[in-house]
């Protein structure tokens, strides 16, 4: 037996990977992590190219995807829907809800379907992995949202945000018709605010339980009051809006969403979130020492919560290819699927009710997780089903 593996350090786990440490075994490493599988042709061109070069032409920036065409027909019908939603008799209104479900049903499988062909391209995967955790913490839920426009929306939404400044994307997520919806941001008003979305944006958005009081939640749940969604459009709603004096993290003002986005952005919990989570989604249950999150938290927040910048860096950095990550690891049902597509060379077949139901029994159907927390993983993935 050789010696055991040496435990780096918090000055050395986020330097970048010695070069001569980059070989086979770390590209493919690399690629199962950040993507689905190691395919022949992609390992190769890591190789050549180097470590840092390809994990910036990974997220140079994220793929399209086209709207599908039954989304795109969802919205145009969709103000004639609301109308017969909201008029006419009781039969008539049943009716109406029954196709509104049908068409939305029918949407989602085409836009389950267009994303995992997206996905399940070699070159895209990294990003669309990307996009997936991030889905995984900025969670909606189309059994809640009941529309599947608005949940192709959203998607678009943490996609046009992925790699620009986390900020940014707290903020346009924020106005994300699906959020709204989603956290009952819709019937929020100054008489009697509702705190879902507050105390999400909080505990499992962006910050993490212990680092809020409750008075925190209540009072960043008026500053969100007026947020609506009309016909698939954000609305800020000014005479549903609570302009009171707020005091938040102990500073006060007469504050909106977006200058509680700002405080949040102040606290040193925000710099440790996210890295937190990324280690959880892509190397390891077991929580890194807390030297190293601050560490890397710390550097981030220098860096104005750039999110490209944080994908580099970490993907890069020694702790990324320590041997205590290089097994173990637990796939969802989706990272199972999509890498089993691209080892055995076969294309995601659009029939989407053998696919979907297949992927709804294993516990992983796209778009619909089972609440706000998103896939737990890790563990839990190893069950019946």
């Known amino acids: 037996m050789g010696p055991p593996p040496k435990i780096l350090t918090t000055a050395e786990a986020w330097q970048p990977l010695p070069a001569a440490e980059w070989n086979e075994a770390a590209a493919r490493h690399l690629l199962q992590r950040i993507g689905f599988s190691a395919q022949p042709a992609e ?67 085409d836009l389950t379907i267009k994303w995992l062909q997206l996905a399940s391209l070699p070159e895209y995967s990294p990003a669309e992995k990307w996009l997936l955790f991030l889905s995984d913490v900025w969670v909606v839920g189309v059994e809640k949202v009941k529309n599947s426009a608005l949940i192709y929306r959203h998607q678009d939404i943490l996609r046009q ?24 941001l819709q019937q929020s008003k100054p008489e009697a605010p509702n705190e879902n979305f507050a105390r999400e944006l909080f505990e499992l958005f962006t910050l993490g339980e212990g680092n809020y009081t409750e008075n925190d939640i209540k009072q960043a749940a008026r ?106 690891y637990i796939k969802s049902p989706l990272q199972f699927y999509l890498g089993l597509v691209q080892d055995l060379g076969l294309s995601v077949a659009p029939l989407p009710r053998l696919l979907i139901g297949s992927l709804r029994s294993m516990g992983q159907m796209p778009f619909d997780p089972p609440n706000v927390r998103g896939w737990v993983g890790g563990r839990s993935w190893i069950n019946s089903a």
């Open 223 to 328: 500053a969100f009051t007026g947020y609506r969604q009309r016909q698939g459009e954000f609305a800020f709603a000014r005479r549903q809006h609570d302009d009171g004096t707020k005091t938040i993290f102990g500073h006060t003002g007469r504050y909106t969403g977006d200058d509680v986005i700002g405080l949040v952005f102040k606290q040193k919990a925000a710099g440790t979130f996210l890295p937190k989570e990324m280690v959880r989604f892509y190397l390891s249950e077991t929580p890194l020492p807390a030297g190293h999150t601050e560490a890397l938290g710390a550097w981030w927040a220098g860096e104005g919560y750039d999110l490209r910048k944080l994908v580099v860096k970490f993907f890069t950095s020694r702790l990324f290819f320590s041997p205590a990550y290089r097994d173990g």
């Open 161 to 184: 945000s992925a790699l620009g400044s986390a900020v940014s994307l707290a903020k346009a997520v924020s106005r994300s018709p699906a959020m709204i919806a989603y956290l009952d």
């Open 43 to 109: 390992l190769a061109r890591v190789l050549q190219d180097g470590l840092v070069r390809s994990v910036e032409r990974y997220f140079a920036k994220m793929p399209a995807l086209p709207k599908p065409r039954q989304i795109a027909a969802l919205e145009k019908d969709g103000p004639e829907l609301y109308r017969r939603l909201n008029t006419g008799s009781a039969e008539e209104k049943r009716l109406a809800q029954q196709d509104a479900r049908e068409r939305s049903r029918d949407a989602l499988f």
